[in-house]
């Protein structure tokens, strides 16, 4: 940082970060929540492909798993979950048919229980697929790869969230926790849960957040530091090593590049690197909608299949159901810029 600026815009930049954190500390992730919303809960029994499907259909972004028999939320599952789980199955067979299956009989109490593996480093292979017999207390320590939320309902007896993915927080908590568990527990969905009772307010997301901070701070006085400083300045964004992939190339390694890398999306590129468009995690969800199980079941793969084999291009004009505008930006673009265009995304 000091690099790039003098050491009185350094100290300015810092007093701008100190502000926005100070309006998250002050502020409730209730005060987040919108005035009318509506949460989809999927039950911790239904099968994967089952679950991403009812996500496509109600066009939610995530949903809190719920399971009945322990009377608890066990995990928030997200569209942009697929790609690991494909790279999950995929390390026994990339068999279309075979991946088809696995998310057809596989449920999202199997998944929990693997994320919550991944979370503690226990091996994944320790995980079995059937749900099972041990007692609610028992089941804590087992899904004890993230810190459980406790929650009592408004009669005054207990129960417990499970947060395998440590993607929930509460009404009551300040926003600045919520963002912490975004941030510490790399995931892209929080889960935020009224206090007194087992219910379920809304789903917050990055882009969320970042359109509470522009509406509330962006425009005062203090934040202007931060605010209209060039992203590059701010070292916010990546410029080396960038991945990309062709129309040509196979849906596939779109996913490989997606789930190795971290990333919601991968650039489309021309032969002469001109960016054409970009394949994204909703586009590989895609690939579950009924239309498109439906389609590559009439085509060539011959029945009930996911179409990983597919080219990005064929798979974009079967599957996306209008065409996007990708949103680019420079390094010059400051701070705000960047927020007022997530603003009209």
Same mark, same amino acid.
């Given at each position: 940082?000091?690099?790039?600026?003098?050491?009185?815009?350094?100290?300015?930049?810092?007093?701008?970060?100190?502000?926005?954190?100070?309006?998250?500390?002050?502020?409730?992730?209730?005060?987040?929540?919108?005035?009318?919303?509506?949460?989809?809960?999927?039950?911790? /029994?239904?099968?994967?492909?089952?679950?991403?499907?009812? $996500?496509?259909? %109600? +066009? !939610?972004? @995530?949903?809190? #798993?719920? &399971?009945?028999?322990?009377?608890?939320?066990?995990?928030?599952?997200?569209?942009?979950?697929?790609?690991?789980?494909?790279?999950?199955?995929?390390?026994?067979?990339?068999?279309?048919?075979?991946?088809?299956?696995?998310?057809?009989?596989?449920?999202?109490?199997?998944?929990?229980?693997?994320?919550?593996?991944?979370?503690?480093?226990?091996?994944?292979?320790?995980?079995?697929?059937? /749900?099972?017999?041990?007692?609610?207390?028992?089941?804590? $320590?087992?899904? %004890? +790869? !993230?810190? @459980?939320?406790? #929650?009592? &309902?408004?009669?005054?007896?207990?129960?417990?969230?499970?947060?395998?993915?440590?993607?929930?927080?509460?009404?009551?908590?300040?926003?600045?926790?919520?963002?912490?568990?975004?941030?510490?527990?790399?995931?892209?969905?929080?889960?935020?849960?009224?206090?007194?009772?087992?219910?379920?307010?809304?789903?917050?997301?990055?882009?969320?957040?970042?359109?509470?901070?522009?509406?509330?701070?962006?425009?005062?006085?203090?934040?202007?530091?931060?605010?209209?400083? %060039?992203? !590059?300045?701010?070292?916010?964004?990546?410029?080396?090593?960038?991945?990309?992939?062709?129309?040509?190339?196979?849906?596939?390694?779109?996913?490989?590049?997606?789930?190795?890398?971290?990333?919601?999306?991968?650039?489309?590129?021309?032969?002469?690197?001109?960016?054409?468009?970009?394949?994204?995690?909703?586009?590989?969800?895609?690939?579950?909608?009924?239309?498109?199980?439906?389609?590559?079941?009439?085509?060539?793969?011959?029945?009930?299949?996911?179409?990983?084999?597919?080219?990005?291009?064929?798979?974009?004009?079967?599957?996306?159901?209008?065409?996007?505008?990708?949103?680019?930006?420079?390094?010059?673009?400051?701070?705000?810029?960047?927020?007022?265009?997530?603003?009209?995304?």
């Amino acid at each position: 940082l000091e690099a790039l600026m003098g050491h009185d815009d350094q100290g300015e930049v810092l007093a701008a970060r100190a502000q926005v954190t100070h309006f998250l500390r002050t502020r409730l992730a209730d005060d987040i929540v919108p005035e009318s919303s509506r949460v989809v809960v999927l039950d911790a /029994a239904m099968s994967l492909r089952t679950a991403f499907q009812a $996500l496509l259909e %109600s +066009g !939610a972004p @995530a949903a809190p #798993v719920w &399971h009945a028999r322990y009377n608890a939320y066990i995990g928030t599952l997200a569209i942009a979950d697929l790609v690991e789980i494909l790279s999950h199955f995929a390390m026994a067979t990339t068999d279309p048919r075979a991946l088809y299956h696995a998310l057809s009989t596989q449920t999202l109490f199997y998944w929990a229980r693997l994320s919550a593996a991944t979370a503690s480093g226990r091996s994944l292979s320790s995980i079995g697929t059937s /749900a099972p017999t041990t007692p609610p207390s028992a089941l804590d $320590l087992e899904m %004890s +790869g !993230a810190a @459980a939320v406790a #929650v009592r &309902h408004t009669d005054g007896s207990a129960a417990t969230v499970l947060g395998p993915n440590g993607c929930f927080a509460l009404a009551d908590d300040s926003l600045y926790k919520a963002c912490c568990v975004l941030r510490d527990r790399a995931v892209s969905h929080v889960t935020i849960l009224a206090t007194n009772e087992m219910l379920a307010l809304t789903v917050m997301t990055h882009r969320a957040v970042l359109r509470f901070v522009q509406q509330h701070i962006s425009r005062t006085e203090q934040s202007t530091a931060l605010f209209d400083r %060039s992203i !590059a300045e701010l070292r916010i964004g990546t410029f080396v090593e960038l991945v990309t992939v062709s129309y040509g190339d196979s849906v596939w390694r779109a996913v490989e590049l997606m789930s190795q890398r971290g990333i919601s999306a991968v650039p489309v590129v021309d032969e002469h690197g001109m960016i054409l468009d970009e394949y994204t995690r909703l586009d590989a969800c895609q690939l579950l909608s009924i239309e498109s199980t439906a389609s590559s079941s009439k085509g060539d793969l011959g029945g009930d299949a996911i179409g990983v084999e597919l080219t990005i291009g064929d798979s974009l004009r079967q599957n996306r159901q209008s065409a996007i505008q990708v949103c680019t930006c420079r390094r010059s673009d400051s701070l705000r810029l960047i927020f007022e265009r997530f603003e009209l995304a």
